[in-house]
Protein backbone atom coordinates (compact mmCIF):
# COMPACT_ATOMS: atom_id res chain seq x y z
CA UNK A 1 0.00 0.00 0.00
CA UNK A 2 1.23 3.15 -0.82
CA UNK A 3 0.66 6.96 0.82
CA UNK A 4 -2.09 7.38 -1.36
CA UNK A 5 -4.26 4.32 -1.22
CA UNK A 6 -3.65 5.31 2.80
CA UNK A 7 -5.20 8.92 2.21
CA UNK A 8 -8.13 7.86 -0.01
CA UNK A 9 -9.20 4.38 0.95
CA UNK A 10 -8.61 4.46 4.50
CA UNK A 11 -5.95 1.75 4.50
CA UNK A 12 -8.28 -0.51 2.50
CA UNK A 13 -7.54 -2.03 -0.99
CA UNK A 14 -5.09 -3.93 -2.82
CA UNK A 15 -3.13 -2.74 -5.52
CA UNK A 16 -1.76 -4.52 -8.10
CA UNK A 17 1.77 -4.85 -8.17
CA UNK A 18 2.66 -2.33 -11.12
CA UNK A 19 0.62 0.34 -9.91
CA UNK A 20 1.92 -0.10 -6.42
CA UNK A 21 5.66 0.34 -7.83
CA UNK A 22 4.32 3.32 -10.06
CA UNK A 23 2.83 4.91 -7.62
CA UNK A 24 5.88 4.47 -4.70
CA UNK A 25 8.43 5.73 -7.53
CA UNK A 26 6.57 8.61 -7.67
CA UNK A 27 6.05 9.40 -4.14
CA UNK A 28 9.97 8.69 -3.43
CA UNK A 29 10.47 11.89 -6.15
CA UNK A 30 7.90 13.72 -3.71
CA UNK A 31 4.73 13.68 -5.34
CA UNK A 32 1.30 12.13 -4.11
CA UNK A 33 -0.33 10.96 -7.25
CA UNK A 34 -3.50 12.49 -8.42
CA UNK A 35 -4.06 11.20 -12.00
CA UNK A 36 -5.68 7.55 -13.41
CA UNK A 37 -2.78 5.34 -15.05
CA UNK A 38 -5.06 4.96 -18.14
CA UNK A 39 -2.03 4.39 -20.39
CA UNK A 40 -0.79 0.59 -21.21
CA UNK A 41 3.25 0.51 -22.53
CA UNK A 42 1.48 0.54 -25.58
CA UNK A 43 -0.82 3.29 -25.75
CA UNK A 44 2.18 5.24 -24.02
CA UNK A 45 4.29 4.42 -27.31
CA UNK A 46 1.33 5.07 -29.55
CA UNK A 47 0.97 8.75 -27.66
CA UNK A 48 4.58 9.40 -29.02
CA UNK A 49 4.58 7.54 -32.51
CA UNK A 50 1.06 8.91 -33.84
CA UNK A 51 2.17 12.41 -32.70
CA UNK A 52 4.65 11.55 -36.08
CA UNK A 53 2.39 10.52 -37.82
CA UNK A 54 4.94 9.59 -40.32
CA UNK A 55 3.19 10.16 -43.62
CA UNK A 56 0.80 13.15 -42.54
CA UNK A 57 3.95 15.21 -41.33
CA UNK A 58 5.99 14.04 -44.70
CA UNK A 59 2.64 15.91 -46.31
CA UNK A 60 3.09 19.17 -43.84
CA UNK A 61 7.10 19.57 -44.48
CA UNK A 62 7.93 18.22 -47.49
CA UNK A 63 8.20 21.88 -48.51
CA UNK A 64 11.08 21.69 -45.90
CA UNK A 65 12.88 19.08 -47.86
CA UNK A 66 12.10 19.32 -51.15
CA UNK A 67 13.11 22.82 -52.11
CA UNK A 68 16.49 22.51 -50.52
CA UNK A 69 18.32 19.76 -52.31
CA UNK A 70 15.53 17.42 -53.52
CA UNK A 71 15.99 13.28 -53.57
CA UNK A 72 19.26 14.47 -51.40
CA UNK A 73 18.01 16.41 -49.20
CA UNK A 74 14.86 14.14 -48.71
CA UNK A 75 16.13 10.87 -47.63
CA UNK A 76 19.58 11.43 -46.11
CA UNK A 77 18.65 15.02 -44.17
CA UNK A 78 16.46 12.37 -43.13
CA UNK A 79 18.72 9.56 -42.00
CA UNK A 80 21.66 12.17 -40.70
CA UNK A 81 19.06 13.84 -38.88
CA UNK A 82 17.48 10.87 -37.49
CA UNK A 83 20.70 9.61 -36.09
CA UNK A 84 20.92 12.93 -34.36
CA UNK A 85 17.70 13.23 -32.86
CA UNK A 86 18.48 9.30 -31.35
CA UNK A 87 20.94 10.44 -29.56
CA UNK A 88 18.47 12.99 -27.42
CA UNK A 89 15.84 10.10 -26.94
CA UNK A 90 18.79 7.85 -25.35
CA UNK A 91 19.36 10.87 -23.15
CA UNK A 92 16.52 11.29 -22.45
CA UNK A 93 14.95 7.87 -21.65
CA UNK A 94 17.82 7.41 -18.98
CA UNK A 95 16.39 10.88 -17.40
CA UNK A 96 12.36 9.41 -17.99
CA UNK A 97 13.60 6.39 -16.52
CA UNK A 98 15.35 7.82 -13.29
CA UNK A 99 12.31 10.45 -12.67
CA UNK A 100 9.07 9.36 -13.65
CA UNK A 101 7.09 12.07 -13.23
CA UNK A 102 4.86 14.07 -15.39
CA UNK A 103 7.30 17.69 -14.71
CA UNK A 104 9.79 15.96 -16.28
CA UNK A 105 12.12 18.22 -17.94
CA UNK A 106 12.04 20.91 -15.13
CA UNK A 107 11.78 18.53 -12.27
CA UNK A 108 15.32 16.95 -14.27
CA UNK A 109 16.92 20.38 -13.75
CA UNK A 110 16.15 21.19 -10.12
CA UNK A 111 16.96 17.97 -9.12
CA UNK A 112 20.14 17.62 -10.85
CA UNK A 113 21.61 21.57 -11.08
CA UNK A 114 23.27 23.05 -8.54
CA UNK A 115 21.18 24.86 -5.90
CA UNK A 116 22.37 28.18 -6.83
CA UNK A 117 21.07 27.59 -10.41
CA UNK A 118 18.35 25.21 -9.95
CA UNK A 119 15.06 27.73 -9.62
CA UNK A 120 15.93 30.11 -12.56
CA UNK A 121 17.04 26.95 -14.70
CA UNK A 122 13.87 24.73 -13.97
CA UNK A 123 11.63 28.17 -14.82
CA UNK A 124 13.37 28.63 -17.96
CA UNK A 125 12.87 25.08 -18.62
CA UNK A 126 9.14 25.18 -17.88
CA UNK A 127 8.75 28.08 -20.01
CA UNK A 128 10.43 26.89 -23.04
CA UNK A 129 8.17 22.97 -22.78
CA UNK A 130 5.29 24.91 -22.84
CA UNK A 131 6.46 27.04 -25.89
CA UNK A 132 7.11 24.12 -27.36
CA UNK A 133 4.52 22.30 -26.83
CA UNK A 134 2.09 25.37 -27.80
CA UNK A 135 3.91 25.85 -30.97
CA UNK A 136 4.06 22.07 -32.10
CA UNK A 137 0.05 22.05 -31.24
CA UNK A 138 -0.45 25.01 -33.68
CA UNK A 139 1.96 23.77 -36.35
CA UNK A 140 0.01 20.29 -35.92
CA UNK A 141 -3.47 22.22 -36.44
CA UNK A 142 -2.22 24.41 -39.20
CA UNK A 143 -0.74 21.43 -40.92
CA UNK A 144 -4.51 19.61 -40.36
CA UNK A 145 -6.19 22.37 -42.29
CA UNK A 146 -3.81 22.22 -45.32
CA UNK A 147 -4.42 18.51 -45.52
CA UNK A 148 -8.13 18.90 -45.93
CA UNK A 149 -7.97 22.13 -48.13
CA UNK A 150 -5.25 19.86 -50.44
CA UNK A 151 -8.48 17.19 -50.61
CA UNK A 152 -10.52 19.63 -52.25
CA UNK A 153 -8.17 20.95 -54.45
CA UNK A 154 -7.28 17.27 -55.56
CA UNK A 155 -10.73 17.27 -56.31
CA UNK A 156 -11.37 20.84 -57.85
CA UNK A 157 -7.86 22.52 -59.21
CA UNK A 158 -9.69 25.59 -59.51
CA UNK A 159 -9.55 25.95 -55.63
CA UNK A 160 -7.73 27.63 -53.68
CA UNK A 161 -8.72 28.25 -49.43
CA UNK A 162 -8.15 32.25 -48.19
CA UNK A 163 -6.34 32.79 -45.12
CA UNK A 164 -9.65 33.57 -43.90
CA UNK A 165 -10.64 29.91 -44.36
CA UNK A 166 -7.78 28.25 -43.19
CA UNK A 167 -7.73 29.85 -39.75
CA UNK A 168 -11.25 29.38 -39.30
CA UNK A 169 -10.67 25.87 -40.17
CA UNK A 170 -7.42 25.54 -38.00
CA UNK A 171 -9.80 27.28 -34.70
CA UNK A 172 -12.16 24.43 -35.41
CA UNK A 173 -9.69 22.03 -35.42
CA UNK A 174 -7.93 23.51 -32.15
CA UNK A 175 -11.39 23.41 -30.44
CA UNK A 176 -12.46 19.97 -31.39
CA UNK A 177 -8.79 18.85 -29.81
CA UNK A 178 -9.54 20.54 -26.89
CA UNK A 179 -12.97 18.71 -26.13
CA UNK A 180 -11.33 15.37 -27.21
CA UNK A 181 -8.61 15.48 -24.30
CA UNK A 182 -10.61 17.58 -21.72
CA UNK A 183 -13.56 15.13 -21.14
CA UNK A 184 -13.00 12.24 -23.66
CA UNK A 185 -9.71 11.04 -22.26
CA UNK A 186 -10.57 7.44 -21.51
CA UNK A 187 -11.66 6.65 -25.12
CA UNK A 188 -8.43 8.55 -26.21
CA UNK A 189 -5.95 6.36 -24.24
CA UNK A 190 -8.12 3.45 -26.32
CA UNK A 191 -7.26 5.15 -29.73
CA UNK A 192 -3.71 5.18 -29.78
CA UNK A 193 -3.51 1.85 -31.11
CA UNK A 194 -6.11 2.08 -33.60
CA UNK A 195 -3.85 5.07 -34.61
CA UNK A 196 -0.60 3.33 -34.32
CA UNK A 197 -1.90 0.68 -36.72
CA UNK A 198 -3.01 3.18 -39.24
CA UNK A 199 -0.10 4.87 -39.51
CA UNK A 200 1.48 1.82 -40.19
CA UNK A 201 -1.28 1.18 -42.90
CA UNK A 202 -0.93 4.25 -44.74
CA UNK A 203 2.75 3.55 -44.81
CA UNK A 204 2.34 0.29 -46.41
CA UNK A 205 -0.50 1.82 -49.05
CA UNK A 206 1.98 4.15 -50.05
CA UNK A 207 5.58 2.24 -49.94
CA UNK A 208 3.50 -0.64 -51.98
CA UNK A 209 1.54 1.41 -53.87
CA UNK A 210 3.55 4.06 -55.52
CA UNK A 211 5.76 2.28 -57.43
CA UNK A 212 3.11 -0.10 -58.54
CA UNK A 213 1.46 2.87 -60.08
CA UNK A 214 4.42 4.69 -61.72
CA UNK A 215 5.92 1.66 -62.67
CA UNK A 216 6.76 2.81 -65.87
CA UNK A 217 7.52 6.29 -65.25
CA UNK A 218 9.97 5.55 -62.38
CA UNK A 219 13.33 7.39 -62.08
CA UNK A 220 16.53 6.45 -61.74
CA UNK A 221 18.60 4.71 -58.87
CA UNK A 222 21.21 8.13 -59.36
CA UNK A 223 18.47 10.34 -59.52
CA UNK A 224 16.48 8.57 -56.24
CA UNK A 225 19.82 8.23 -54.31
CA UNK A 226 22.21 11.57 -55.69
CA UNK A 227 19.74 14.10 -57.29
CA UNK A 228 20.78 17.45 -55.53
CA UNK A 229 17.95 19.91 -56.53
CA UNK A 230 18.81 22.88 -55.19
CA UNK A 231 15.46 25.72 -55.43
CA UNK A 232 16.42 28.05 -53.25
CA UNK A 233 19.01 30.94 -52.86
CA UNK A 234 21.12 29.47 -50.33
CA UNK A 235 24.68 27.81 -50.76
CA UNK A 236 23.98 23.97 -51.59
CA UNK A 237 25.58 23.32 -48.02
CA UNK A 238 23.72 25.39 -46.28
CA UNK A 239 20.67 24.44 -48.14
CA UNK A 240 20.84 20.77 -46.95
CA UNK A 241 21.30 21.34 -43.79
CA UNK A 242 18.03 23.87 -43.74
CA UNK A 243 16.68 20.72 -45.42
CA UNK A 244 17.18 18.79 -41.57
CA UNK A 245 13.58 20.81 -40.57
CA UNK A 246 11.43 18.18 -41.97
CA UNK A 247 12.77 15.55 -39.90
CA UNK A 248 13.29 17.05 -36.62
CA UNK A 249 9.89 18.84 -36.94
CA UNK A 250 8.32 14.96 -37.69
CA UNK A 251 10.53 13.47 -34.58
CA UNK A 252 9.66 15.68 -32.58
CA UNK A 253 7.44 16.25 -29.01
CA UNK A 254 8.64 13.03 -28.25
CA UNK A 255 8.35 14.40 -24.59
CA UNK A 256 5.04 14.03 -24.84
CA UNK A 257 5.41 10.51 -23.12
CA UNK A 258 7.29 12.05 -20.17
CA UNK A 259 4.15 14.21 -19.82
CA UNK A 260 1.97 11.58 -19.10
CA UNK A 261 4.17 9.45 -16.63
CA UNK A 262 1.98 9.71 -14.23
CA UNK A 263 -1.10 8.47 -16.38
CA UNK A 264 0.96 5.28 -17.50
CA UNK A 265 1.26 2.27 -16.32
CA UNK A 266 4.67 0.64 -15.60
CA UNK A 267 6.02 4.35 -16.22
CA UNK A 268 9.87 3.81 -15.30
CA UNK A 269 10.02 0.97 -18.20
CA UNK A 270 7.11 2.28 -20.68
CA UNK A 271 8.21 5.88 -21.12
CA UNK A 272 11.79 5.50 -22.00
CA UNK A 273 11.13 2.74 -24.25
CA UNK A 274 8.16 4.97 -25.90
CA UNK A 275 10.73 7.25 -26.57
CA UNK A 276 13.15 5.53 -28.21
CA UNK A 277 10.73 3.51 -29.67
CA UNK A 278 8.67 5.95 -31.42
CA UNK A 279 12.33 8.01 -32.64
CA UNK A 280 13.77 4.71 -34.21
CA UNK A 281 10.38 3.72 -35.89
CA UNK A 282 9.95 7.06 -37.40
CA UNK A 283 13.32 7.42 -38.93
CA UNK A 284 13.48 3.92 -40.50
CA UNK A 285 10.29 4.46 -41.66
CA UNK A 286 10.17 8.08 -43.11
CA UNK A 287 13.51 6.79 -44.59
CA UNK A 288 11.33 3.87 -46.87
CA UNK A 289 8.63 6.39 -47.57
CA UNK A 290 11.00 9.32 -49.19
CA UNK A 291 12.79 6.70 -50.75
CA UNK A 292 9.79 5.67 -52.73
CA UNK A 293 8.64 9.18 -53.04
CA UNK A 294 12.00 10.07 -54.99
CA UNK A 295 11.57 7.09 -56.98
CA UNK A 296 8.05 7.85 -57.97
CA UNK A 297 7.59 11.34 -58.00
CA UNK A 298 9.12 12.04 -61.88
CA UNK A 299 12.67 13.68 -62.54
CA UNK A 300 11.15 17.85 -62.39
CA UNK A 301 11.40 18.62 -58.54
CA UNK A 302 10.29 22.50 -59.75
CA UNK A 303 7.16 20.83 -61.02
CA UNK A 304 6.43 18.82 -57.67
CA UNK A 305 7.18 21.37 -55.03
CA UNK A 306 5.43 24.76 -57.44
CA UNK A 307 2.42 22.30 -58.30
CA UNK A 308 -1.14 24.22 -58.55
CA UNK A 309 -1.95 22.25 -55.88
CA UNK A 310 0.05 23.62 -53.22
CA UNK A 311 0.64 20.26 -52.00
CA UNK A 312 3.85 18.58 -52.98
CA UNK A 313 2.69 14.46 -51.60
CA UNK A 314 -0.74 15.57 -52.78
CA UNK A 315 0.78 16.28 -56.23
CA UNK A 316 2.96 12.68 -56.40
CA UNK A 317 -0.20 10.86 -55.48
CA UNK A 318 -2.53 12.55 -58.08
CA UNK A 319 0.38 11.43 -60.68
CA UNK A 320 0.26 8.39 -59.62
CA UNK A 321 -3.43 7.67 -59.12
CA UNK A 322 -5.01 9.94 -60.25
CA UNK A 323 -8.01 12.02 -59.07
CA UNK A 324 -9.84 8.87 -57.82
CA UNK A 325 -7.42 7.17 -56.84
CA UNK A 326 -5.56 10.40 -55.03
CA UNK A 327 -8.60 11.34 -53.39
CA UNK A 328 -9.09 7.39 -51.67
CA UNK A 329 -4.91 7.64 -50.75
CA UNK A 330 -5.81 11.04 -49.60
CA UNK A 331 -8.17 9.92 -46.97
CA UNK A 332 -6.08 7.32 -45.33
CA UNK A 333 -4.32 10.60 -44.32
CA UNK A 334 -7.88 11.96 -43.35
CA UNK A 335 -10.25 9.18 -42.12
CA UNK A 336 -9.97 7.31 -39.09
CA UNK A 337 -12.33 4.61 -37.62
CA UNK A 338 -13.25 4.30 -33.89
CA UNK A 339 -15.62 3.05 -31.93
CA UNK A 340 -17.08 4.46 -28.81
CA UNK A 341 -20.03 2.49 -26.99
CA UNK A 342 -22.02 0.58 -30.45
CA UNK A 343 -21.31 4.62 -32.77
CA UNK A 344 -18.88 4.23 -35.27
CA UNK A 345 -17.44 8.11 -36.15
CA UNK A 346 -14.52 9.42 -37.59
CA UNK A 347 -11.83 11.36 -36.82
CA UNK A 348 -8.69 12.49 -38.95
CA UNK A 349 -5.44 11.09 -38.65
CA UNK A 350 -4.00 14.69 -38.26
CA UNK A 351 -6.68 15.54 -35.93
CA UNK A 352 -5.68 12.57 -34.04
CA UNK A 353 -1.92 13.80 -34.33
CA UNK A 354 -2.95 17.08 -32.80
CA UNK A 355 -4.94 15.44 -29.89
CA UNK A 356 -1.97 13.05 -29.30
CA UNK A 357 0.06 16.79 -28.10
CA UNK A 358 -2.89 18.73 -26.76
CA UNK A 359 -3.11 15.97 -23.79
CA UNK A 360 0.71 15.80 -22.69
CA UNK A 361 1.16 18.99 -23.14
CA UNK A 362 -1.98 20.05 -20.97
CA UNK A 363 -0.68 17.37 -18.52
CA UNK A 364 3.46 19.71 -18.44
CA UNK A 365 1.09 22.88 -17.94
CA UNK A 366 -0.35 21.22 -14.94
CA UNK A 367 2.51 20.02 -13.75
CA UNK A 368 3.68 23.29 -13.93
CA UNK A 369 1.07 25.04 -12.37
CA UNK A 370 1.02 22.59 -9.59
CA UNK A 371 4.65 23.86 -8.74
CA UNK A 372 2.82 27.89 -9.20
CA UNK A 373 5.03 28.46 -11.87
CA UNK A 374 2.58 29.82 -14.19
CA UNK A 375 0.32 33.04 -14.31
CA UNK A 376 -3.02 32.35 -12.33
CA UNK A 377 -1.67 28.74 -11.35
CA UNK A 378 -4.15 28.36 -8.35
CA UNK A 379 -6.75 28.70 -10.84
CA UNK A 380 -4.91 26.48 -13.81
CA UNK A 381 -3.94 23.57 -10.61
CA UNK A 382 -7.21 21.82 -10.73
CA UNK A 383 -8.45 17.99 -11.36
CA UNK A 384 -12.05 18.13 -12.81
CA UNK A 385 -14.19 15.91 -10.30
CA UNK A 386 -15.95 14.63 -13.28
CA UNK A 387 -13.50 13.45 -15.71
CA UNK A 388 -10.69 13.57 -13.30
CA UNK A 389 -8.01 14.95 -15.90
CA UNK A 390 -6.77 18.73 -15.79
CA UNK A 391 -9.64 20.19 -18.01
CA UNK A 392 -8.38 24.34 -17.17
CA UNK A 393 -5.13 23.41 -18.69
CA UNK A 394 -6.43 21.66 -21.68
CA UNK A 395 -8.06 24.74 -22.59
CA UNK A 396 -5.13 27.12 -21.39
CA UNK A 397 -2.70 25.44 -24.10
CA UNK A 398 -5.52 25.21 -26.70
CA UNK A 399 -6.26 28.88 -26.12
CA UNK A 400 -2.54 29.78 -26.26
CA UNK A 401 -1.91 27.83 -29.79
CA UNK A 402 -4.74 29.95 -31.29
CA UNK A 403 -3.23 33.43 -31.64
CA UNK A 404 -0.14 31.67 -33.39
CA UNK A 405 -2.35 31.31 -36.46
CA UNK A 406 -3.00 34.91 -37.02
CA UNK A 407 0.80 34.64 -38.29
CA UNK A 408 -1.01 33.47 -41.86
CA UNK A 409 -2.03 37.27 -42.47
CA UNK A 410 1.30 38.77 -42.52
CA UNK A 411 1.85 36.73 -45.51
CA UNK A 412 -1.74 35.63 -47.10
CA UNK A 413 -0.32 34.63 -50.25
CA UNK A 414 2.73 32.38 -49.70
CA UNK A 415 2.44 31.56 -46.41
CA UNK A 416 5.68 32.14 -45.06
CA UNK A 417 5.51 33.86 -41.66
CA UNK A 418 2.67 31.16 -40.93
CA UNK A 419 6.31 28.55 -40.83
CA UNK A 420 7.23 30.02 -37.94
CA UNK A 421 5.58 27.79 -35.90
CA UNK A 422 7.11 24.78 -37.43
CA UNK A 423 10.85 26.33 -36.45
CA UNK A 424 9.17 27.31 -32.86
CA UNK A 425 7.98 23.55 -32.55
CA UNK A 426 11.68 22.82 -32.53
CA UNK A 427 13.72 25.91 -30.75
CA UNK A 428 10.98 25.35 -27.37
CA UNK A 429 11.40 21.35 -27.08
CA UNK A 430 15.68 21.38 -27.71
CA UNK A 431 15.82 24.52 -25.00
CA UNK A 432 13.81 22.68 -23.10
CA UNK A 433 15.77 19.23 -23.84
CA UNK A 434 19.21 20.64 -23.32
CA UNK A 435 19.12 22.30 -20.10
CA UNK A 436 18.72 18.99 -18.14
CA UNK A 437 20.48 16.45 -20.17
CA UNK A 438 23.44 18.94 -19.76
CA UNK A 439 22.72 19.41 -16.05
CA UNK A 440 23.42 15.89 -16.07
CA UNK A 441 26.53 15.75 -17.84
CA UNK A 442 27.53 19.01 -15.56
CA UNK A 443 26.80 18.58 -12.04
CA UNK A 444 24.15 15.27 -12.28
CA UNK A 445 26.45 12.54 -10.83
CA UNK A 446 25.83 13.13 -7.15
CA UNK A 447 22.09 13.16 -7.53
CA UNK A 448 21.16 11.13 -10.80
CA UNK A 449 20.14 7.75 -9.24
CA UNK A 450 19.73 5.04 -12.22
CA UNK A 451 16.67 4.25 -13.18
CA UNK A 452 15.48 0.29 -14.32
CA UNK A 453 15.98 1.38 -17.54
CA UNK A 454 19.50 2.83 -17.91
CA UNK A 455 21.99 3.08 -20.79
CA UNK A 456 25.22 2.31 -18.43
CA UNK A 457 28.43 3.76 -20.04
CA UNK A 458 27.21 4.81 -23.00
CA UNK A 459 25.33 7.20 -21.00
CA UNK A 460 27.03 10.29 -20.88
CA UNK A 461 28.63 9.90 -24.24
CA UNK A 462 24.87 9.77 -25.40
CA UNK A 463 24.19 12.90 -23.45
CA UNK A 464 26.97 15.19 -24.32
CA UNK A 465 26.28 14.22 -28.54
CA UNK A 466 22.87 14.90 -27.86
CA UNK A 467 23.14 18.45 -26.27
CA UNK A 468 26.18 19.17 -29.49
CA UNK A 469 23.37 18.44 -31.71
CA UNK A 470 20.59 20.39 -30.26
CA UNK A 471 22.70 24.03 -30.06
CA UNK A 472 23.61 23.44 -33.90
CA UNK A 473 19.72 22.75 -34.47
CA UNK A 474 18.77 26.15 -32.92
CA UNK A 475 21.00 28.25 -34.59
CA UNK A 476 20.78 26.69 -38.12
CA UNK A 477 16.81 26.80 -37.82
CA UNK A 478 16.80 30.29 -36.76
CA UNK A 479 17.90 31.56 -40.50
CA UNK A 480 14.92 32.59 -42.65
CA UNK A 481 13.56 29.76 -45.58
CA UNK A 482 15.52 31.96 -47.87
CA UNK A 483 17.86 34.62 -48.78
CA UNK A 484 17.05 38.47 -48.58
CA UNK A 485 13.91 37.97 -46.49
CA UNK A 486 10.90 40.46 -46.36
CA UNK A 487 8.51 40.92 -43.82
CA UNK A 488 6.15 38.40 -44.83
CA UNK A 489 9.03 35.84 -45.09
CA UNK A 490 10.87 36.60 -42.25
CA UNK A 491 11.20 33.65 -39.68
CA UNK A 492 9.21 35.37 -37.05
CA UNK A 493 10.07 32.03 -34.56
CA UNK A 494 12.87 34.45 -33.63
CA UNK A 495 10.50 36.86 -32.37
CA UNK A 496 7.78 34.87 -30.61
CA UNK A 497 10.59 32.78 -28.75
CA UNK A 498 12.33 36.16 -27.99
CA UNK A 499 9.01 37.31 -26.66
CA UNK A 500 8.57 34.53 -24.37
CA UNK A 501 11.82 34.55 -23.20
CA UNK A 502 11.42 38.48 -22.41
CA UNK A 503 8.44 37.17 -20.47
CA UNK A 504 10.34 34.32 -18.52
CA UNK A 505 13.08 36.03 -17.77
CA UNK A 506 11.31 39.59 -16.89
CA UNK A 507 8.85 37.77 -15.07
CA UNK A 508 11.57 35.82 -12.79
CA UNK A 509 12.88 39.08 -11.99
CA UNK A 510 10.04 41.68 -11.21
CA UNK A 511 10.59 43.20 -8.33
CA UNK A 512 8.40 41.82 -5.19
CA UNK A 513 5.95 39.57 -7.11
CA UNK A 514 8.46 37.69 -9.78
CA UNK A 515 9.17 34.36 -9.88
CA UNK A 516 12.17 34.44 -7.56
CA UNK A 517 9.96 35.62 -4.83
CA UNK A 518 8.17 32.30 -4.81
CA UNK A 519 9.23 29.61 -7.04
CA UNK A 520 11.13 27.27 -5.36
CA UNK A 521 11.18 24.88 -7.71
CA UNK A 522 9.07 21.63 -7.92
CA UNK A 523 6.38 21.67 -5.24
CA UNK A 524 7.65 18.12 -3.67
CA UNK A 525 6.84 16.84 -0.38
CA UNK A 526 8.85 14.87 2.16
CA UNK A 527 6.78 11.81 2.38
CA UNK A 528 9.37 9.38 3.50
CA UNK A 529 7.81 9.81 6.86
CA UNK A 530 4.60 8.88 5.87
CA UNK A 531 5.95 5.60 3.60
CA UNK A 532 7.86 4.48 6.74
CA UNK A 533 5.22 4.73 8.93
CA UNK A 534 2.43 3.29 6.74
CA UNK A 535 5.40 0.23 6.24
CA UNK A 536 5.67 -0.11 9.80
CA UNK A 537 1.95 -0.47 9.89
CA UNK A 538 1.85 -2.68 7.20
CA UNK A 539 4.22 -4.54 9.37
CA UNK A 540 2.48 -5.00 12.55
CA UNK A 541 -0.79 -5.52 10.54
CA UNK A 542 1.05 -8.89 9.07
CA UNK A 543 2.43 -9.37 12.13
CA UNK A 544 -0.99 -9.37 13.92
CA UNK A 545 -2.67 -11.46 10.90
CA UNK A 546 -0.16 -13.83 10.87
CA UNK A 547 -0.60 -13.92 15.25
CA UNK A 548 -4.31 -14.55 14.70
CA UNK A 549 -3.54 -17.74 11.87
CA UNK A 550 -0.99 -19.36 14.12
CA UNK A 551 -3.68 -19.23 17.33
CA UNK A 552 -6.46 -20.12 14.46
CA UNK A 553 -4.41 -23.16 13.36
CA UNK A 554 -3.79 -23.95 17.38
CA UNK A 555 -7.83 -23.91 18.22
CA UNK A 556 -8.06 -26.08 15.10
CA UNK A 557 -5.46 -28.72 16.33
CA UNK A 558 -6.50 -28.48 19.70
CA UNK A 559 -10.16 -29.17 18.28
CA UNK A 560 -9.38 -32.07 16.47
CA UNK A 561 -7.23 -34.11 19.07
CA UNK A 562 -9.83 -33.77 21.10
CA UNK A 563 -12.45 -35.41 18.56
CA UNK A 564 -10.19 -38.12 18.12
CA UNK A 565 -9.71 -38.88 21.32
CA UNK A 566 -13.54 -38.78 21.61
Given at each position: ?????????G???????T????D?R???????????RS??R??????????????P??????????????????I??????????????????????????????????H????P????F??????Y????G??????S??????????????????????????????????L???????A????????????????????????????????????N?????????????????????????????W???????????????????Y????????A?G???????????I???????????????????????????????T??????????P??R????????I?L??S??????????????????DG???????????????????????????C?M???????A????????N???TL??L?????????????V??????????????????????????V???????????????D???????????????????????WF???I????????P?????????E??????????????????????????????????
Amino acid sequence: MTVHDLMHHGGEGVQDGTALQDDTRLENLGYRPELKRSFSRLETFGVAFSIMGVVPSIASTIFYNLPYGGPVSMIWGWVVSSVLIMFIGLAMGDLASSMPTSGGLYFWTHRLSPPKYRNFLAWMVGYNSFLGNVAAISSLAWACAGIFFAAVSINNEDFSATAAQTFGLYCGILIFCGVYCAYFTGTFARMQTPSVVLNVALALATIIGLPIARRSDLNTAEFTFAGFTNLTGWPSGFAFILSFLAPVWTICSFDCAVSISEEASNAAYAVPQAIVGAIGSAGVLGTVILIILALTMGPDVAAVNDSALGQPLAYIYLQAFGTTGSLVMWSFILPIRRVVSQNASYIPLEISMTASLVLPSSRQAFAFARDGALPFSKFFYKVDSWTGTPVRTVWLVVGCAMPLGLLCFADPVNYSAINAIFTLAILGPYVAYGIPILSRVLWGDAHFKRGPWYLGRFSKPCAIIACVWMTFAIVIFCFPADVDPDAGSMNYAVVVAAGVWAFAIGFWFFPKIGGKTFFTGPATHDLSAEIEALARGQAIENHDNKKDSDAARDRNEVVAVETISE
